[in-house]
């Protein structure tokens, strides 16, 4: 296969990637555009912090209402940050839990590497924890981030108090159609990882340091900042990783409280996939909203108190747990 012939197909996967990856994507930026930014404040900047041995990335730590509040760890979508995924609830959430989240390798501020794999992402996780002190955390994950904080929980239960997992599934890979274009990205990704992680690099240079994050602004200027912080050069490399993806052989002996939210109209992660990862979880809560896949931002209100009641569901759980042990 020519170099010219690989570029080609890398083009039209990357186009198609755009496509089905970034369906919640292009819906919130015409959001966006239209004023539909949800009544919420500007997310604290975050710091750099570097992980030994793996690198920098940019880590959002926001303080309980106590010193010892239980811990979640927010895990995000793809194309997207720690705080621009979950910033419609960061304040709903530090009112009861230390909430930290930060960005995954290859997108925002996060780790640069020369390829992106969903055990590096949950590794990462473990290290940010350590650096924080942390020795456990419910792990919550929204659609990528959901894949994520699964790999979490595989590799790593131990760092694992409970799982709420949102708009994800267990695989990514389904019929006919997903097959064609997940292979057709490995195909377009040939040869050409190398280009992708140096474009990613060099798209992390261009971006301001974080002392000039400042929120006078206003949300929307924050959103749209924060949206161009991933390089458009990662979304076929990580569409690929999760098309490789598949939990179904081990989902199944998750032993940490879990829930699992349900987006009833998802166009991205089908919905009959979200439940089929809670009926391969013993004992999970399942909660339903409304909305699509958006519905963190764009679907707020009906999307949020299922949300919060399911992490205190899960994070009760959790408690009792501990305290039995």
Excluded at 138 to 147: C, E, I, K
Excluded at 281 to 295: E, F, K, L, Y
Aim: proline share 6%; glycine share 10%; net charge neutral.
């Amino acid at each position: 296969m020519t170099y010219r012939t690989i570029g080609h197909h890398s083009a039209r996967a990357g186009r198609a990637g755009a496509r089905v990856g970034g369906r919640a994507l292009v819906r919130g930026l015409r959001g966006l555009a239209d004023g539909a930014t949800p009544d919420v404040p500007v997310p604290p900047p975050g710091r750099a912090v570097d992980l030994p041995g793996r690198g920098t990335t940019h880590v959002l730590d926001l303080a309980g209402p106590t010193p010892d509040a239980p811990i979640l760890l927010l895990m995000h979508g793809i194309a997207t940050t720690g705080p621009l995924t979950w910033f419609s609830v960061l304040e709903d959430l530090r009112q009861r839990y230390r909430v930290v989240t930060f960005d995954q390798r290859w997108h925002g501020r996060g780790i640069r590497s020369e390829n992106f794999t969903l055990d590096d992402c949950a590794d990462d996780a473990v290290a940010v924890l350590d650096a924080l002190g942390i020795e456990r955390a419910v792990v919550v994950g929204y659609s990528m981030g959901g894949a994520s904080a699964q790999v979490l929980w595989h590799r790593h239960p131990e760092r694992v108090a409970g799982l709420v997992l949102c708009s994800t599934s267990a695989r990514w890979q389904g019929h006919l159609g997903e097959r064609v274009f997940f292979l057709m990205l490995r195909v377009a990704n040939y040869g050409l990882l190398s280009v992708a992680a140096d474009k990613v690099q060099a798209h992390a240079d261009t971006l301001p340091p974080l002392a000039e994050d400042a929120p006078e602004a206003g949300l929307r200027a924050w959103c749209m900042a924060e949206l161009r912080a991933t390089s458009l050069w990662s979304l076929p490399v990580v569409m690929a990783e999760l098309g490789r993806f598949d939990a179904t052989s081990w989902i199944g002996g998750v032993a940490v409280p879990t829930g699992i939210l349900v987006t009833a109209r998802d166009h991205a992660i089908p919905t009959e996939r979200q439940w089929q990862l809670a009926g391969r979880i013993p004992g999970a809560i399942t909660r339903v909203a409304p909305g699509g896949h958006a519905s963190l931002v764009f679907d707020l209100a009906r999307w949020k108190p299922v949300f919060l009641e399911l992490v205190d569901a899960v994070m009760e759980r959790a408690s009792e747990d501990a305290v039995s042990r």
